[in-house]
């Protein structure tokens, strides 16, 4: 019989925590706005029409256009009473205070009208209150209005800058006075407040303009035996409020919509606790069943449930609070989540559900057998280019062919191509055929999708008897990485690779040490004017002196940095100190433009562009003294957040830069993807286009659509005075390479420009 524990996907420790968690929500409303967003949701796509038994007559901007000096004065309130009061209407609420008007001398005049209509008069008082339960009175209607009159509270009550509730009645000096959507109602309510009926379409309620009521256009068959709402609604009286799922809507409206409710019947409200239940019930017994297989079914399920519920109850005047359960079930998802995560790291690669490089690592020690490792050389521009689950049956039909060479023992994957495998000590001699025959399966072409793909394989060995299971696989993997960059079939690891193996596993670390002790640093080279002579810009480049091993070849480092994902450090640290630099040389009076290098990989990241903006403003560097040089495009046309990236450093006023143009990915469709300030001739082309008519051309043609395009034609690698010379009859605008000048530390840069003011390339 299996054990109850054993049989759930998560703790019961988490359980417990998630239970309490998410009753704390339900105790403390932190969930509230959850509810309020599937609420906004039913006023949003409302449906209900109002009976049309409550009309309103409005104070329009007609209304007030018409009125003399555009304001609807107190004779005229008085002959809109008169009027509705003639019309036959059944009562008559007033949607204003006239507290600060009764000293007008048309003031009686108003009363009148209000005294004549008698008891089917409502006028609206506001209430306001110092401490929950405790209403103290701010504006009440006068006593010149008479005793025939009634009254009721038009207060609103607001959560989150929007009205969600209205009151039923309210406490006036221990006077219990309804409000207007009660009295509309016709319903004797206690004090207290009720949620409102969002499905109702705030378009469906009947409006008049006042001014139509005046002369006439609206009269009997309108208003007669109707309840009329007489309320502002023009902009500059600034009545209108937030209603859920709607824009601003007039105070009027959101009485209607509260009478409307009322009418249907009496609001209840049930709380949180009953969907909290249903989810508890739900979510428990999805963690339990098969171990979690189907949670997150079960989970979007219920989630729809509730809404479901929420939205039918709401409109039966019901209130439910779904957010305590939403909460519960987001955090046994969480909790899912990360348990299946962390058992699908340590056993299993999703893609091929081979165990991975954790499994292999923590099994039992290797002792006598051998790590083999292979490795895909061409993996990411496979999985690039197949589509759908064409990587899938890559990885499968790969698999498939390298367990013909792991016969007994288990191969296991990781996520970048590479396999790995254990071959016992009684088979070392039998290796090499091993390989030699699994290359030969790999001649042959894949079929995927019917599409015929070459896939080319290399291998790694370590037979070391020595080290842990990490530091062999590890041993193996450079190996197998020493092969592909040799373009052998297999290569075995040897002592002397054990430092370069310490220095990939260890690449962070080191790379962390080097920024804070200032073995990595910025050179700069200048750029100069061809045509003028006159320094024009400079370019940061990255440099890293290791302690033990010397300088260290920025490809080597960069690229290491953008497997081990820390590339975007190491930029945002080069673009510090560029941007810091710039600005020194902007304050002394040279606006030359600082060139930074971005690897395109790093568009994706949202936050780029404001943390570069925040460098510019911190050293007050101006934007157009910037420019991003870009490399490749390949992340650029396949990510909408790299175009949008590329977008939003434009408008910030950074220039942009294609770098390396003619090589790689660089080709006419970069063009279209990045509306470049500059391009950048790749110095193979201009240190061999005296020699290569191929090449000249190349060089040529590219400074004719820089300048085609509006762009600044930039060459690199000027190493002599010729080509120098070759550059300025083609037109080229700008010039870089060691004849005009190497990279260099910042002081030095700054004593070559400022002593002297000759010309460096005259």
């Given amino acids: 019989m299996p054990n109850p524990v054993r049989s759930l996907i998560i703790s019961w420790r988490s359980i417990g925590l998630s239970l309490l968690l998410s009753v704390l929500v339900g105790l403390s409303a932190a969930a509230v706005p959850l509810d309020r967003l599937v609420e906004a949701a039913i006023g949003r796509f409302a449906w209900r ?5 409550i009309v309103v007559v409005a104070i329009d901007e007609r209304t007030l256009d018409n009125s003399p000096k555009s304001s609807f004065s107190l004779t005229q309130h008085a002959q809109v009473v008169d009027a509705v009061n003639a019309a036959g209407a059944r009562r008559l609420f007033i949607d204003f205070y006239y507290n600060r008007r009764e000293a007008d001398s048309d003031f009686p005049r108003l009363t009148g009208a209000i005294r004549r209509m008698g008891d089917r008069v409502v006028l609206g008082l506001v209430a306001g209150s110092n401490r929950p339960g405790d209403f103290q009175p701010t504006f009440l209607p006068s006593p010149a209005f008479g005793s025939a009159a009634g009254q009721a509270s038009i207060g609103l009550e607001y959560d989150f800058w929007q009205v969600w509730r209205l009151a039923t009645a309210v406490s006036i000096g221990g006077k219990t006075v309804p409000s207007f959507s009660a009295l509309l109602a016709q319903r004797s309510l206690p004090i207290g407040s009720f949620a409102l009926d969002y499905s109702y379409r705030t378009s469906s309620i009947p409006v ?35 209603l859920p799922g709607h824009n601003r809507v007039p105070g009027a409206f959101i009485h209607v919509i509260g009478a409307e409710t009322l009418k249907r019947g009496n609001p209840a409200d049930i709380g949180w606790m009953p969907a909290f239940a249903l989810a508890l019930l739900t979510t428990l017994g999805a963690v339990a069943f098969r171990r979690g297989r189907w949670f997150n079914a079960t989970a979007l399920g219920t989630i729809a449930a509730l809404i479901v519920v929420k939205v039918w109850l709401t409109t039966m005047l019901v209130t439910c609070s779904i957010g305590a359960a939403l909460v519960l079930i987001g955090v046994f998802g969480a ?52 589509p759908g689950e064409g990587s899938q049956q890559l990885v499968e039909q790969v698999a498939r062919r390298l367990q013909l060479a792991s016969q007994s023992t288990a191969l296991h994957h990781d996520p970048d191509g590479n396999f790995a495998w254990l071959v016992p000590f009684y088979q070392h001699s039998q290796i090499e055929a091993q390989l030699a025959g699994l290359a030969a399966l790999f001649n042959a072409p894949l079929t995927i999708g019917g599409a015929r793909i070459d896939v080319a394989i290399a291998f790694g060995v ?23 960059r040799t373009r052998a079939l297999w290569t075995k690891h040897m002592p002397r690779q054990q430092e370069d193996a310490g220095w990939q596993l260890s690449f962070h ?3 962390e040490d080097a920024l804070t002790g200032g073995d990595i640093w910025v050179a700069f080279q200048p750029q100069y004017g061809i045509a003028t002579g006159q320094l024009v810009g400079v370019e940061a480049l990255v440099r890293w002196t290791h302690p033990t091993r010397g300088p260290i070849p920025p490809d080597e480092f960069i690229v290491q940095a953008e497997k081990s994902q820390d590339i975007y450090r190491l930029t945002l640290f080069v673009m510090d100190q560029a941007i810091r630099s710039a600005a020194q040389l902007h304050a002394r009076g040279l606006h ?49 957040q790299a175009r949008q990236t590329l977008a939003q450093l434009r408008r910030a006023g950074i220039r942009l830069s294609i770098d390396d143009y003619g090589t790689g990915q660089s080709n006419l469709e970069y063009l279209t993807e990045i509306e470049a300030d500059e391009i950048k001739i790749d110095k193979r082309f201009v240190m061999t286009m005296r020699d290569s008519q191929r090449n000249f051309e190349i060089v040529k043609s590219t400074i004719d659509l820089a300048h085609r395009l509006g762009a600044v034609a930039v060459a690199e690698g000027i190493e002599d005075a010729p080509t120098m010379a070759l550059l300025h009859q083609l037109g080229c605008d700008v010039g870089q390479g060691y004849h005009l000048g190497k990279p260099q530390l910042f002081s030095d840069l700054v004593a070559s420009i400022f002593p002297t003011s000759h010309s460096r390339i005259a």
């Fill in 49 to 53: 029409p109002v009976s049309g038994d």
């Fill in 208 to 242: 008049y303009e006042a001014i139509d009521l005046l002369s006439g256009k609206v009269g009997g068959r309108e208003l007669a035996g109707k309840d009329v709402v007489f309320a502002p609604t023009a902009p500059s009286f600034q009545d209108a409020h937030f």
């Fill in 335 to 386: 909790n899912v989540s990360r348990r299946r995560r962390r058992e699908s790291a340590l056993h299993e690669n999703p893609v091929s559900g081979l165990p991975n490089f954790e499994a292999l690592r923590s099994q039992a020690p290797f002792g006598s057998h051998t790590v083999v490792a292979a490795k895909l050389v061409n993996f990411g521009d496979l999985v690039a280019f197949l």
């Fill in 462 to 484: 370590n037979d070391e008897f020595e080290g842990s299971n990490a530091q062999r696989l590890a041993a193996a993997l450079v190996a197998a990485d020493h092969a592909v």
């Fill in 509 to 511: 670390s080191q790379l």
């Fill in 592 to 640: 030359a433009n600082m060139s930074v290098n971005l690897s395109a990989a790093l568009l994706d990241h949202d936050d780029l562009v404001g943390t570069i903006r925040v460098m510019l403003t911190a050293h007050h560097l101006p934007p157009e003294l910037l420019t991003i040089e870009i490399t490749e495009t390949a992340q650029i046309e396949n990510s909408r």
